[in-house]
């Protein structure tokens, strides 16, 4: 799972790319990202979930998003990327489902 | 003291110029400089928040076709409308820099960009000035007609 908190900007999006890539390359095929904390989202961030859902279900996998703030679901929805993920409303959730390491960004 | 509200709406035109390097770092200060102008202009909260997410698309998006330099923003708000225009003077080091991640970021989220501009401000565009290309957004407060 990676954790994402405040904006995920341009400035951001590097680092969530880097730690998805890192959990795909130690084989995990389904990806966890909690927005749980984030606050914004614009495309920069958007384009690395758009690419790393591709690469999770070329292993085989998928990317659960866990999001719950009014203003990503907003950004989700107007890109037409609400039903291209699966979407959790808390940890609770996907409790016992999540794989890998956990890292924090940013 | 005086009775003057400072955040009451003015139809007396407002600027403000921003100038910035051209850095991934630094574009938290156009969504600043935005949501500062469109409280001005009387936005609710939710028009603010797309008004910050519509400036981050302007200058990220035309960022990609630019190879970094200096970034200039000029807002004006009037009669509860903001108007913001990107431009950037050539040089310096590219916003999408190396570390950045560069062209595999930009390449990903160029329609997911303009998608976002299509859907939170009333109209957007890009024009060539003499001072070479430029971006802009008009978005209007929801009880503005006009």
């Known amino acids: 799972m990676v954790v994402v908190e405040g904006e995920v900007d341009l400035a951001v999006a590097p ?22 904390g984030a606050t914004f989202l614009d495309s920069t961030a958007l384009g690395v979930l758009v690419t790393t859902r591709e690469h999770c279900a070329n292993a085989g996998g998928e990317l659960h998003l866990i999001v719950r703030e009014p203003r990503i679901l907003k950004v989700l929805q107007i890109t ?19 794989s890998g390491d956990e890292s924090t960004t940013p | 003291m005086s009775d003057r509200d400072d955040r009451a709406p003015s139809d007396r035109p407002e600027v403000i110029s921003l100038s910035f390097p051209a850095r991934a770092d630094l574009v938290v200060l156009a969504r600043f400089t935005a949501a500062t102008l469109g409280a001005r202009a009387g936005f609710d909260v939710e028009e603010i928040e797309d008004l910050r ?16 330099g200096t970034v200039q923003l000029e807002c004006t708000q009037a009669g509860g409308e ?15 820099s190396r570390d950045v991640g560069g062209e595999e970021l930009w390449g990903a989220d160029g329609e997911l960009s303009k998608q976002l501009l299509d859907a939170l401000v009333d109209q957007h565009g890009r024009e060539h000035t003499e001072r070479g290309p430029s971006v802009w957004l008009k978005k209007r407060r929801a009880n503005v007609t006009r």
Not at chain 1, 80 to 98: E, K, Q, R, V, Y
Not at chain 2, 57 to 66: G, H, I, P, T, Y
């Open chain 1, 15 to 36: 680092a969530l790319r880097d730690g998805l890539e890192a959990l795909l390359a130690e084989g995990h095929a389904t990806l966890y990202v909690d927005l749980l």
């Open chain 1, 80 to 98: 037409g990327l609400a039903t291209a993920f699966p979407l959790h409303d808390s940890l609770d959730a996907i409790a016992g489902n999540t």
């Open chain 2, 53 to 68: 997410l519509a400036v981050d698309e302007l200058v990220v998006s035309f960022e990609a076709v630019q190879a970094g």
């Open chain 2, 82 to 96: 903001v108007t913001i225009t990107c431009h950037v003077e050539p040089g310096g080091p590219p916003l999408a």
